[in-house]
T-cell receptor, first 114, second 112 residues
């Protein structure tokens, strides 16, 4: 099993460009999450999807949109990239909301906005 | 805002020694989880301790939880060079639809 797969692994954008980060999981998990990680900090939740068909804002949603395309896929879109969005983005999934289960992470997308 | 704060921020030990990391949090939790992150990689789940548990073991890992003090500790015994990584605690806060809130992490360096 691949687990959680994120594409692309690296990307450089110019300010104002748009981009979609892709995430897919093959573990039949219900919940999916997008985080960003900045130097010296932990992960901060951008958006999450507790189940297929639902999405909710996390701690830092401004400048982002998400789509839960189906049970496997959860994409993150930057409509107009800004330098402050330079970060490493992680997608995670979890078997079910409300259960004492861990999250499973992809290896991240390293995004630079010039 | 960060729910969890790890202490110390960085820790350097020699192979074979034990490493202890602490995590403090602010609000009631369903569970607390510890993750490891190797350089350039995603987070890997290590251990989960529920709010009604006080201690849990997994191999060389020992986790304690004190809900009255809102704190947890992760002990890695007989450390190895391969344990070099950043370690994060994450809290599953009660009533938040199982969202995790991560601390800022402890960077562990294990030297030969």
């Amino acid at each position: 099993n691949a687990g959680v797969t994120q594409t692309p692994k690296f990307q450089v954008l110019k300010t104002g460009q748009s981009m979609t980060l892709q995430c897919a999981q093959d573990m039949n998990h219900n919940s999916m999450y997008w985080y960003r990680q900045d130097p010296g900090m932990g992960l901060r939740l951008i958006y999450y999807s507790a189940s297929e068909g639902t999405t909710d804002k996390g701690e830092v949603p401004n400048g982002y949109n998400v789509s839960r395309l189906n049970k496997r896929e959860f994409s993150l879109r930057l409509e107009s990239a800004a330098p402050s969005q330079t970060s490493v983005y992680f997608c995670a999934s979890r078997t079910a909301s409300g259960s004492n289960q861990p999250q499973h992470f992809g290896d991240g997308t390293r995004l630079s906005i010039l | 805002s960060q729910q969890g704060e790890e202490d110390p921020q960085a820790l350097s030990i020699q192979e074979g020694e034990n490493a202890t990391m602490n995590c403090s949090y602010k609000t009631s939790i369903n569970n607390l989880q510890w993750y490891r992150q190797n350089s350039g990689r995603g987070l890997v789940h290590l251990i989960l301790i529920r709010s009604n548990e006080r201690e849990k073991h997994s191999g060389r890992l020992r986790v304690t939880l004190d809900t009255s003090k809102k704190s947890s500790s992760l002990l890695i015994t007989a450390s190895r060079a391969a344990d070099t990584a950043s370690y994060f605690c994450a809290t599953d806060v009660a009533g938040t639809a199982s969202k995790l809130t991560f601390g800022t992490g402890t960077r562990l360096q294990v030297t030969l």
